[in-house]
Each structure stands twice: as structure tokens, then as C-alpha cells.
T-cell receptor
Framework: NAGVTQTPKFQVLKTGQSMTLQCAQD?????MSWYRQDPGMGLRLIHY???????DQGEVPNGYNVSRSTTEDFPLRLLSAAPSQTSVYFC????????????FGDGTRLSIL | GIQVEQSPPDLILQEGANSTLRCNFS?????LQWFHQNPWGQLINLFY???GTKQNGRLSATTVATERYSLLYISSSQTTDSGVYFC?????????????FGSGTQLTVLP
């Protein structure tokens, strides 16, 4: 019963480097999303997807790309890391139907030097 | 966009005490969830409660959608209850299911 799995748990990058944060869920959820959490704040939506092949922007999408080639996976790409992207990143998934609560992964702590 | 305010921002309790956390939101919502973020940073679902009252052990929650607030009750608090409690609301707009989070209540339970 894995739920939502995020890898890696920790990562340190240099400014300008690129990387991909992985997210996988085994609950056959249609809806997947990425959030970032900055100190003392709640989570803010970066990108979301309602199914394979469909993605859209959230509240803070700049500097991030996503794709959804399968129902299970929803990777988040940082194209050219900047110190402002230092944050904790959470992936979440849910069914699309009304009444479905969102389930979160354990997060990826990312530091950009 | 919708505003979500939580109070109090910080709360310190002695083990065994009861507490009430409040979440106010500025517009009608489709869903409301309460989360506990433990000291390891994990977000744990507590309740999905767009309206009405639910109970789970020592925790219960009530949402009065018409008055745009929700309350989380913690009874007989334990040190393991420490962490940040977030309220998050959802307004369904087309295909988006964006959760808008409050800034949280930091709870510390002392032994």
C-alpha cells in the first residue's frame, strides 16, 4: 500500500542545474498535482493534471515543467534551478469525483545554492 | 482568489488539555480538508469535511459552510499531536482541484 511516492527525499543543486522530481501513485487517481511549501506558509499549487496527456498551470508555475505520460507518474522538472526555488515540494493525488480527498507524498526537500 | 485564515497561529498546551482550532474562508467552497504536518514534515489527512461534523478518536471537526468556517477539536492532547495543523479549501473550477491552504496553527503539546 505505497500511496504517493516521491523521490528523492533530499537534493542539493547549484544554480543553473536541472533536475526532475519524481512522483508516482498506485491508487489509479486521475488527478495529480505539485505544491511547494516555503517556511511559515501553507502549500501553493505549481502544476496539476487531470489525466494522462493533460496538464495545466497552478498558482506558481514559472520555472517548472510537468508531463503526464501515464496515470501513475507525474514528474516535475526544474529547467535551470534558481535559489528562489529552494523549498519543500509535495506531490498529491486524488480521484476527480466530488468528495475525494487529496493524498500527499512525504515531500522532497530541495536546496539551490 | 479565496482567502483562508487560521487561528490561533501558535498554541502551547499541557498534555491532557483540550483545544479548538479555527479556519475561516472568504467564499463558498466545494471541499475542505484538515491536515496535520508532523515534525518530520509529513502531511497527514485528518478530515475531509465540506459540511457537518465528523469524529475520529480524540479529534473531531465541524464545518458550517453557510457561515464559512470550520473548527478542529483536539481532546486530551498528547505530545504526538504536536506539529502544524492546516486547513485547506477547494473550489472546483473546470478541471482544477486547487487546494488553497491557510498559514497553519503551530501546536506544541508539553509533557
Amino acid at each position: 500500500n505505497a500511496g504517493v511516492t516521491q523521490t528523492p527525499k533530499f537534493q542539493v543543486l547549484k544554480t543553473g542545474q536541472s533536475m526532475t522530481l519524481q512522483c508516482a501513485q498506485d491508487m489509479n487517481h486521475e488527478y495529480m498535482s505539485w505544491y511547494r511549501q516555503d517556511p511559515g506558509m501553507g502549500l501553493r499549487l505549481i502544476h496539476y493534471s487531470v489525466g494522462a496527456g493533460i496538464t495545466d498551470q497552478g498558482e506558481v508555475p514559472n520555472g517548472y515543467n510537468v508531463s503526464r505520460s501515464t496515470t501513475e507518474d507525474f514528474p516535475l522538472r526544474l529547467l535551470s534551478a534558481a535559489p528562489s526555488q529552494t523549498s519543500v515540494y509535495f506531490c498529491a493525488s486524488s480521484y476527480l469525483r466530488q468528495g475525494s480527498s487529496q493524498h500527499f507524498g512525504d515531500g522532497t526537500r530541495l536546496s539551490i545554492l | 482568489g479565496i482567502q483562508v485564515e487560521q487561528s490561533p497561529p501558535d498554541l502551547i498546551l499541557q498534555e491532557g488539555a483540550n483545544s479548538t482550532l479555527r479556519c475561516n474562508f472568504s467564499d463558498s467552497v466545494n471541499n475542505l480538508q484538515w491536515f496535520h504536518q508532523n515534525p518530520w514534515g509529513q502531511l497527514i489527512n485528518l478530515f475531509y469535511i465540506p459540511s457537518g461534523t465528523k469524529q475520529n478518536g480524540r479529534l473531531s471537526a465541524t464545518t458550517v459552510a453557510t457561515e464559512r468556517y470550520s473548527l478542529l477539536y483536539i481532546s486530551s492532547s498528547q505530545t504526538t499531536d504536536s506539529g502544524v495543523y492546516f486547513c485547506a479549501v477547494v473550489r472546483v473550477s473546470g478541471s482544477a482541484r486547487q487546494l488553497t491552504f491557510g498559514s497553519g496553527t503551530q501546536l506544541t503539546v508539553l509533557p
